[in-house]
């Protein structure tokens, strides 16, 4: 990443716009849920993911949170705008900024801003960055829920640690990774775990979402499977900051 784009940001240069992809309700097709996606639009006024920005192994613990900061507060100003009632609303959030004291003095004052209940918002906590203590991490996630707040865990599927985030936090929703839905319609290992994981999350009562569905083979797969709800390119692509209508036809 140039460093350019990294001072730019860090010095509150660079435009920051929130995205939101839409989560569907498979079976009949309802919109249920918004995610907010930072971007950072660069001098040709072109958006880019931050994603890979936080995740640079090089980005010191120090730049990272100020950038997570950064992003969670226009997030949260986007939803002070154009929050509705009518669905939830997930945020992506580093675990490592939990630990900061700057995001907990931010906190009261972005949920004092929201025009919805807080249990229409839904704190995704991401994998990039863990952190190494698993009792502050629970003990992070009952001060957002003390707050009014719902969890998710992001990216279940994709490393060994997904599973013992889930054990530990009691999320209220959890999301199957990209790396369970690719190519699931040709994969039964895949499509099992995926049907046995949303068997877990309805015994359990928690949300189950099979994100990064991009076919209509793996939408049909993962509705075989019988996951509740689903997110990816084939159901809705990312839009800045208020969701373009979309709805998707019969399945073939």
């Known amino acids: 990443m140039p460093k350019g784009i990294l001072q730019r940001l860090l010095n509150g240069e660079s435009e920051i716009v929130s995205h939101v992809q839409p989560m ?7 919109l ?3 995610e907010y996606l930072a971007r950072h639009v660069d001098g040709q006024g072109v958006a880019h993911p931050v994603g890979p920005i936080l995740q640079a192994p090089d980005l010191s613990p120090g730049d990272r949170l100020t950038l997570d900061l950064r992003f969670l507060e226009q997030t949260f100003d986007t939803l002070a705008r154009t929050g509705s009632p009518a669905h939830l609303h997930f ?13 907990w003095e931010a906190l009261p004052r972005w949920i004092e801003m929201l025009p919805i209940s807080t249990e229409l918002v839904v704190m995704e906590f991401t994998e990039g960055q863990k952190i190494h203590d698993p009792d502050a991490l629970r003990a992070y996630a009952t001060l957002l829920r003390n707050s009014g707040l719902r969890i998710a865990v992001d990216d279940l599927g994709a490393g060994v640690a ?13 999301k199957a990774d990209r790396s369970l839905v690719e ?3 040709r994969r039964p290992y895949q499509a099992a775990l995926l049907n046995a994981l949303s068997h877990f999350a309805q015994r359990m009562r928690i949300g189950f979402i099979a994100e990064g569905i991009e076919t209509m083979e793996e939408l049909q797969a993962v509705m075989d ?19 373009r209508p979309l709805s998707f036809g019969p399945l073939p």
């Open 225 to 243: 499977a019988d996951v509740p709800w689903g997110q990816g390119f084939i159901l809705g692509q990312p839009w800045p900051t208020a969701p």
């Open 183 to 185: 190519q699931v319609h």
């Open 24 to 30: 569907y309700r498979l079976q009949d097709n309802r």
């Open 32 to 34: 249920v849920a918004m």
């Open 91 to 103: 945020v992506n959030l580093e675990p490592v900024s939990l630990e900061a004291p700057g995001f």
């Open 162 to 174: 997904s599973l013992s985030h889930m054990a530990r936090l009691a999320p209220d929703f959890i």
